[in-house]
T-cell receptor, first 112, second 117 residues
Framework: EAQVTQNPRYLITVTGKKLTVTCSQN?????MSWYRQDPGLGLRQIYY???????DKGDVPEGYKVSRKEKRNFPLILESPSPNQTSLYFC???????????FGAGSRLTVL | QQQVKQSPQSLIVQKGGISIINCAYE??????FPWYQQFPGKGPALLIA?????SEKKEGRFTISFNKSAKQFSLHIMDSQPGDSATYFC????????????????FGKGTKLSVKP
């Protein structure tokens, strides 16, 4: 089954404790992206990657890092999480045209 | 700066009624306008999309109406059903990702639709 898999689905952590949210896709997609979803703010792009070793900032990149060492994986790294990063995070991927996004099921992160 | 404005924020419709969600954009370079549907606990999924060379696209009970001169597009859900209850996002992008243009999808803030039985 074609899918985008995120882990963990739920996480409660404390301020400053580094964490990584993994994202993997099995569709051989070049493009991958991370979004955060907050009430009243919709989907905001954090980082995106057009291919291996090619990443760029989205609209809200502060406090996040990403890497794209392999085509299928695009982890989101929070080096020092803060409470304002409490959110629902989505990873998405698409083929070369970049317009039809396949989203993962989401990762709900709470930073205390 | 929000480039895609979506309204209303929430919508309650009776079963069998018509649901209408509106979006307006600013960037005239946008040339692809999709709608995504998100059920609780799930990621958004593409519902229907349109390009500006047509004014309307219909897929089953879902129709996109597009007004290029007004820079507006809307989603109409005919004969709305309780199973349509979800959050709907409009989006827009320009060009392809490859070839020098940004091409990233810009999302509206979403509309939570509730269809009452």
């Amino acid at each position: 089954e074609a899918q985008v898999t995120q882990n963990p689905r739920y996480l409660i952590t404390v301020t400053g404790k580094k964490l990584t949210v993994t994202c993997s896709q099995n569709m051989n997609h070049e493009y991958m992206s991370w979004y955060r979803q907050d009430p009243g703010l919709g989907l905001r792009q954090i980082y995106y990657s057009m291919n291996v070793e090619v990443t760029d900032k989205g609209d809200v990149p502060e406090g996040y890092k990403v890497s794209r060492k392999e085509k299928r994986n695009f982890p989101l790294i929070l080096e020092s999480p803060s409470p304002n990063q409490t959110s629902l995070y989505f990873c998405a991927s698409s083929n070369r045209t970049g317009n039809v996004l396949t989203f993962g099921a989401g990762s709900r992160l709470t930073v205390l | 700066q929000q480039q895609v404005k979506q309204s209303p924020q929430s919508l309650i419709v009776q079963k069998g009624g018509i649901s209408i969600i509106n979006c307006a954009y600013e960037n005239t370079a946008f040339d692809y306008f999709p709608w995504y549907q998100q059920f609780p606990g799930k990621g958004p999924a593409l519902l229907i999309a349109i390009r500006p060379d047509v004014s309307e696209k219909k897929e089953g009970r879902f129709t996109i109406s597009f007004n290029k001169s007004a820079k507006q597009f809307s989603l109409h859900i005919m004969d709305s059903q309780p199973g349509d209850s979800a959050t709907y996002f409009c989006a827009a992008s320009h060009g392809l990702l490859y070839g020098g243009s940004q091409g990233n999808l810009i999302f509206g803030k979403g509309t939570k639709l509730s269809v009452k039985p």
